[in-house]
């Protein structure tokens, strides 16, 4: 006798997770039934999920202590016990959780999928069910242990990001987008890889990190993150006799920031002024080639360079290195849990 696929769902909240009412969006508790009895309803496929709940809200309200409490659920369960694990999200902060779930849990040997939605399940061109139709095909079918976003995006296309990769979906269209190019895309194939010289392989795709996870009590709210723009007036930012250990500036594409500005404008008169606290620099393509001057001063400066990786999965991996003890925090920045640095092909399995 086949076995019954067995799927732990993990419940947050979120538009997947909500009504609407009078014009107004938000949880409702009802909803993972109607999640279910739809999936059940249209689905051939028999299996059995258990279902965990451990808050119930929309995820712009989401903190990094709601981190803590996801990897604390899933920790407290056999996860070999299971063929995965569906954690539906809101889609405001999808990305930061994904990352943080890399970043927090031991390398699980199944796949562990977010996924969230557009509109609430019930309503007009909501792809709820879609995102949790595939996310359990994709769990029984391909069998890829890791941490996986999948989503459909406008074009009615069911797109697969590391979930360490994704992005903010954008302003216009709610469309999710990875840093550098998704996984692939899922369909009735299964997974049709996005041949890309930044992506790991099929058959190499998960490398489980060497060492345990560092454990985290609890969340200090000691990071900050700035985004460069013309005529960002440092100056009114006090970090002395603050709780601030680290600062990350998300600069321009090239990694550039104002270097010569007056009134307060200068990214490098502020991280000259501020040398108690650690200064890391997003995203350079390749610290080893040719840079800017003003990227050379900003380095020069103090300025911790990290190359190939996005504002949501360093951001997120800040408030882990700065909050464990196991590691020296520039150490835990660098090393790589699950492919949150967009490698050169020839590195670690790659495809090209």
């Known amino acids: 006798m086949e076995k019954i696929p067995r ?18 969006i938000d949880v409702d508790s009802r909803r993972s039934d109607d999640l279910l009895a ?8 028999q299996v059995e999920f258990e279902v965990v709940r451990p808050f119930n809200i929309l995820s712009e309200n989401a ?32 990305p930061y959780t994904g990352a943080a779930l890399s970043y927090g849990l031991d390398s699980p040997l199944i796949p562990i999928v977010l996924v969230a939605a557009n509109y609430a399940i019930g309503q007009p061109n909501s792809n709820a069910i879609a995102n949790f139709s595939a996310a359990v095909a994709f769990i029984i079918n391909m069998k890829l242990p890791g941490f996986y976003t999948l989503y ?15 992005q903010e979906a954008d302003w216009l269209r709610d469309d999710f987008t990875s840093f550098g190019d ?30 345990c ?28 006799n603050r709780p601030i250990r680290a600062v990350l500036h998300s600069l321009y594409h090239c990694g550039s920031g104002n270097v010569t500005g007056e009134n307060g ?34 380095i020069a400066a103090g300025g911790i360079p990290l190359e190939n990786i996005s504002f949501e999965a360093a951001v997120t991996k800040l408030n882990f290195a700065y909050n464990q003890q196991e590691y020296a925090p520039l150490n835990y920045v660098k090393r790589e849990f699950f492919y949150e640095f967009l490698r050169d092909a020839k590195e670690n399995g790659y495809v090209i």
């Open 7 to 24: 799927i732990l769902l993990v419940l947050t909240g979120g538009t997947i997770g909500s009504a609407v009412n009078d014009g107004c």
């Open 38 to 45: 739809i999936y059940n309803e249209q689905s051939n496929c």
């Open 63 to 94: 903190e990094p202590k709601h981190w803590l409490k996801i990897i604390e659920t899933l920790q407290s369960h056999r996860l070999c016990d299971y063929d995965g694990v569906i954690i539906a999200h809101g889609s405001d902060t999808l």
């Open 152 to 166: 459909e995006n406008s074009d009615h296309i069911i797109y697969v990001h590391l979930a360490t990769r994704l």
């Open 182 to 211: 998704p996984l692939g895309v899922f369909d009735h194939r299964g997974l049709c890889c996005v041949p890309s010289p930044k992506n790991p392989s099929m058959l190499k795709l998960y490398n489980p990190a060497p060492d």
């Open 213 to 240: 996870v560092p454990t985290i009590a609890e969340f200090r709210n000691e990071v900050l993150a700035l985004r460069a723009y013309p005529g960002l007036n440092y100056e009114v930012i006090n970090l002395h």
């Open 265 to 298: 404008t200068s990214l490098l008169s502020f991280i000259k002024n501020n040398p108690q606290v650690d200064h890391y620099l997003i995203s350079y393509k390749n610290i080893q080639g040719d840079l800017y001057a003003s990227c050379r001063e900003l």
